[in-house]
């Protein structure tokens, strides 16, 4: 059984940090890349970064370069997304995603498996 679990999420206040993590399993974790999305509340979801675990590349929207960071750790089958200096407008709920193969790493069509999701709420 395929399962992508996210967890990290919660209250933070501007300026703040968290770090999420997706924990995977039931899929070759090393050939498949890891997306972060996010959906905020009448909007539409989208895609935050991603890593490709079979060659290390990784991508970031324009909106949160420099400011988060994502890793893999292919031994424990996780990726984990450092998030820094949030702002009220990083408030979603993220997901995690598995694509096999894509080229368009932020686009959700193209990935084959997802997370429940986690809450992440920025606070003014």
């Known amino acids: 059984e395929v399962q992508l679990v996210e967890s990290g999420g919660g209250l933070v206040q501007a300026g703040g940090s968290l770090r999420l993590s997706c924990a995977a399993s039931?899929?070759?974790?090393?050939?498949?890349?890891i997306g972060w999305f996010r959906q905020a509340p009448g909007k539409e979801r989208e895609g935050v970064s991603c890593i490709s675990n079979s060659d290390g590349s990784t991508y970031y929207a324009d909106s949160v370069k420099g400011r988060f960071t994502i890793s893999s750790d292919n031994a424990k089958n996780t990726v984990h997304l450092e998030m820094n200096n949030l702002r009220p407008e990083d408030t979603a709920a993220y997901y995690c995603?598995?694509?096999?193969?894509?080229?368009?790493?932020?686009?959700?069509?193209?990935?084959?498996?997802w997370g429940q999701g986690t809450q992440v709420t920025v606070s003014s």
């Open positions: 995603a598995a694509m096999s193969w894509g080229t368009r790493w932020y686009w959700a069509e193209d990935y084959d498996y």
């Open positions: 039931g899929f070759d974790f090393d050939f498949y890349a």
